[in-house]
């Protein structure tokens, strides 16, 4: 009686380890994309479905590639943007060690990321610079947004134009702050003839994302004003740029 109790526990322990080794392995693999439907696989929806479709976390989970045992791509890919509240332009400024630091990336799948959205930002750049004409300050926001926009240091840029308003150069004057000292006026009003510009766009960016301009902002903006009229140059206006918005000194009526 004893030894039939015995045995019928034994099978049961067996059964029971059986099955929670199944278990751990249905739970393990299910992570696999490998194990999921074509149709919610990244790479076989966007070669059938289009790019579209696709969520962000989808689109950076083709550029991961693999997840890990515990956690697949997509998902791993969820964690990093919830990690920028879901948003592209934040992930963009992390460095490569900030993206090494996810459990599941390496410095192969942070540079994958990382040159993606650099790739993306130039084609904003690109798109902008087709607009060679500007009209507005929203056109010179445009033009600047995907330079200066998303930099995690300030830098100070001009924008020298035609009489039609066409941008004849582009240059940094100045980066890592803005102060009187660094702006060398020369060197500003020497291209401004050497491009044979009339008006000048100045405009630099504030990485802690405030518009409002500072004192040093206002005197910057006069020095330079008053430099260009000596030589019959206008100033057209001086945006201050960042991630998603700008603010105009032209539009405020502060110029």
Request: glycine share 6%; hydrophobic share 40%.
């Amino acid at each position: 009686m004893a030894s039939g109790l015995l045995i019928s526990s034994v099978i049961e322990l067996v059964h029971n380890r059986v099955y929670y080794i199944y278990d751990m392995h249905e739970k393990s693999t299910s992570f696999s994309i490998k194990n999921w439907s074509d149709d919610d696989k990244p790479r076989e929806k966007l070669v059938h479905k289009g790019r579209s479709v696709l969520s962000d976390a989808e689109l950076i989970a083709i550029l991961i590639g693999s997840g890990s045992r515990n956690e697949s791509a997509v998902e791993l890919a969820k964690r990093i943007l919830a990690s920028v509240n879901n948003n592209l332009n934040e992930l963009g400024k992390l460095s490569i060690k900030q993206l090494m630091a996810f459990k599941g990336i390496g410095e192969a799948k942070s540079v994958t990321i990382a040159a993606a959205l650099e790739m993306g930002r130039r084609r904003r750049g690109e798109e902008a610079q087709k607009k060679s004409k500007i009209n507005s300050s929203r056109d010179a926001f445009d033009l600047l947004q995907p330079r200066i926009g998303e930099l995690d240091h300030e830098e100070f840029w001009i924008l020298y134009l035609s009489n039609a308003n066409k941008v004849l150069h582009s240059a940094q004057l100045s980066k890592g702050g803005l102060t009187g000292t660094l702006v060398d006026v020369r060197i500003v009003m020497r291209q401004a003839l050497e491009q044979g510009a009339v008006g000048l766009i100045l405009s630099h960016n504030h990485p802690s994302g405030t518009l409002r301009p500072s004192e040093e902002d206002r005197k910057v903006t006069q020095k330079l004003k008053r430099a260009a009229a000596a030589l019959d140059i206008k100033v057209l206006d001086h945006l201050i740029i960042t991630q998603k918005d700008y603010y105009s000194f032209a539009d405020e009526g502060i110029l």
